[in-house]
C-alpha cells in the first residue's frame, strides 16, 4: 500500500542550517528545483538622483514603486471623511481604517522617494508631506531643467 501523501508534488524541503543549528525551509517546485522570485531580481532599487538624467531616474523610480504596488500614491490625493448630515457624524470604524491605511503606505512610498535622492535633495525635498507632492515638486524643477539642457544642447549642435 501507498502513502497518498508521497505522491504529492514536492512543495518545500527542509535542511538544517548548520551555524544557527535552525531547520530552513527552502520552496522547490514540482521537479524539486529552487523556485525564485523573478519580481524581487527585477526590481532593484534606482541609484540616487543626483539632479541629473531625471526622466531616467523617474522611470526607474516609478517602476520600483510599481512592485511594491506604491506608484498609485504619486497621483492619488488622501481620501476624505465628509459627513453627510448637517450635524457632524464621527466616522465608521471602516472609513478611519481606511484613511489609516492610505496615511501609512502614503508614507512608505513618499519616503521611498526621498531615500532616492541624494543628501543636498534630501535636504531641499524632505520638507514635502505627501507622496504626490513630493513627486509633483521633482517634475517642476527638474524636468523643466531637463527640457532647457535638451534645448541648450541642440542650440549649441546647430550653432557647430
Not at 497518498?4 to 551555524?19: G, T
Request: proline share 6%.
Amino acid at each position: 500500500m501507498t502513502n497518498i501523501d508521497s505522491l504529492k508534488p514536492r512543495l518545500s524541503f527542509f535542511e538544517a542550517d548548520p551555524k544557527t543549528n535552525t531547520i530552513v525551509t527552502t520552496p522547490v517546485n514540482v521537479t524539486g528545483a529552487p523556485v525564485t522570485n523573478t519580481v524581487a531580481n527585477h526590481a532593484e532599487k534606482p541609484e540616487k538622483f543626483n539632479g541629473q538624467n531625471f526622466k531616467r531616474w523617474q522611470q526607474k523610480m516609478f517602476f520600483y514603486l510599481g512592485t511594491l504596488n506604491l506608484a498609485w500614491f504619486l497621483n492619488e490625493t488622501a481620501p476624505q471623511w465628509k459627513p453627510t448630515e448637517v450635524r457632524s457624524v464621527p466616522p465608521n470604524a471602516q472609513v478611519v481604517q481606511d484613511v489609516e491605511a492610505w496615511k501609512h503606505s502614503d508614507f512608505l512610498c513618499h519616503n521611498y522617494v526621498l531615500n532616492g535622492l541624494v543628501g543636498s535633495l534630501y535636504n531641499v525635498y524632505c520638507k514635502t508631506t505627501t507622496a504626490k507632492e513630493l513627486w509633483e515638486s521633482l517634475e517642476r524643477k527638474h524636468k523643466t531643467e531637463d527640457a532647457g539642457t535638451k534645448k541648450f544642447y541642440r542650440n549649441l549642435v546647430e550653432f557647430l
